[in-house]
Every structure is written in structure tokens, then in C-alpha cells.
């Protein structure tokens, strides 16, 4: 069974620093996807970036980007020059190719403090 | 693009009723759909998959006459909560994906909050 770990409930980071949020994974699949998903209190879910592990190289979305370490099964994603407006709940979640079924951590609460 | 909405966005019920959402998805053809549930300061739970005009499948522990999912269309698919106690309170989160776009890429919806009293 594929799971997702996020070990941080709560971080806190002041506006313009950067911050990076945790996830490890643990599955025998080889073709799956990984995601970072936002959830501002509106409770709206927003994808903020993706990354297929068949791709060595790391993705970026303007100003967040991820660290994949597929050995280690982890992926981390570092959040530069924090807004208030990043201030939301951060799901990693994990994705097996064949299902399509999205499993998520269990997030950490994001506070960009001014 | 990719827009997914849902109706109601909140609902109050009484204990024993039943209750409908609807999810839609509005500019694209959604040939999987997802329900989830979420607890409060909790994580999202995958509780069924639908593709368009088979029955739903559901994970293990959801409860498939308490929970119907209907998938009549490319574009909606609905959740029952039937007879509904105070215990089925949560919020209720669905997405949809399509083989003409990424079809690892799941569009979601804004969620309806149940409250049962």
C-alpha cells in the first residue's frame, strides 16, 4: 500500500524568506506522480506543482519548487519569497500512474507571517 | 479551464433525510470523477471513483448503499448521502479528470459542508 508522510503539522515563515515543507512516500511502484496541493481557508484545492518520477530533473513554478530524491522517496517543496498570500494548508500527495487516485498526506499548516 | 463547481456549497439536514450534491465539471468533459471526504484539520479521503456511465467503485470502509454515486454524464456526477446521521457531518470535496487533458491532473471542485443535526 502507497503512503504519505508529511511530518511538520504547522510552520511558520515571515514574508519574502523561504521556507521548505516536507513529504516522504512510500510505494513499490515505479510510474507514479507526485503533487503539492494548497488549501487556502476558502478550502478551495489548488495544485502548485507536479513532478512525474520518471523526470530526473526537479519542477518549478515560479516561485516554488520541489526536491525529489527518488531513492530517498521524498519530496520536498521550498516556497521562495513567502507571500501572505501563501498562507494555507500543504498537501504532498502521491498518485500510481495505472489508478489515477490521488492519496494525501496529512498536510502542514502554512503561516507567512508580515 | 478546467472548472469544477459544486451545489450546494453548504447544507443543514435532518437526521434521517436524505441528501444530494452535485458536482459539475463546466468546460471540459470529465471522464473520471472523485469523491473525497474531509474532517475537519484533517486530510482529504478518497471515497469513491466514477467514470461516466459505469457503476462507482468505493473504497474500502465506505459504505456503497449509504454513499450513491451517480456518474450519468460527462459532465455531472452526484453524491447521496442517504439517511443521513449526525456522524456523515464533514466536508465533501469531488474532482474530476479527463482523457483529453492530463489525466493524472484531477480538477477539484470547492467542497459542500454537511452539517446532520
Known amino acids: 500500500a502507497q503512503t504519505v508522510t508529511q511530518s511538520q503539522p504547522e510552520m511558520s515563515v515571515q514574508e519574502a524568506e523561504t521556507v521548505t515543507l516536507s513529504c516522504t512516500y512510500d510505494?513499490?511502484?515505479?510510474?507514479?506522480?507526485l503533487f503539492w496541493y494548497k488549501q487556502p481557508p476558502s478550502r478551495q484545492m489548488i495544485l502548485v506543482i507536479r513532478?512525474?518520477?520518471?523526470?530526473?530533473q526537479n519542477a518549478t513554478e515560479n516561485r516554488f519548487s520541489v526536491n525529489f530524491q527518488k531513492a530517498a522517496k521524498s519530496f520536498s517543496l521550498k516556497i521562495s519569497d513567502s507571500q501572505l498570500g501563501d498562507t494555507a494548508m500543504y498537501f504532498c500527495a502521491f498518485m500510481v500512474g495505472a489508478t489515477n487516485k490521488l492519496i494525501f498526506g496529512t498536510g502542514t499548516l502554512l503561516a507567512v507571517q508580515p | 479551464g478546467a472548472v469544477v463547481s459544486q451545489h450546494p456549497s453548504r447544507v443543514i439536514c435532518k437526521s434521517g433525510t436524505s441528501v444530494k450534491i452535485e458536482c459539475r465539471s463546466l468546460?471540459?468533459?470529465?471522464?473520471?470523477m472523485f469523491w473525497y471526504r474531509q474532517f475537519p484539520k484533517k486530510s482529504l479521503m478518497l471515497m469513491a471513483t466514477s467514470n461516466e456511465g459505469s457503476k462507482a467503485t468505493y473504497e474500502q470502509g465506505v459504505e456503497k448503499d449509504k454513499f450513491l454515486i451517480n456518474h450519468a454524464s460527462l459532465t455531472l456526477s452526484t453524491l447521496t448521502v442517504t439517511s443521513a446521521h449526525p456522524e456523515d457531518s464533514s466536508f465533501y470535496i469531488c474532482?474530476?479528470?479527463?482523457?483529453?487533458?492530463?489525466?493524472?491532473?484531477?480538477?477539484f471542485g470547492p467542497g459542500t459542508r454537511l452539517t446532520v443535526l
Open positions: 474532482s474530476a479528470s479527463s482523457r483529453a487533458q492530463n489525466e493524472d491532473e484531477q480538477f
Open positions: 510505494t513499490s511502484e515505479s510510474n507514479y506522480y
Open positions: 513532478q512525474e518520477a520518471y523526470k530526473q
Open positions: 468546460d471540459f468533459q470529465a471522464t473520471t
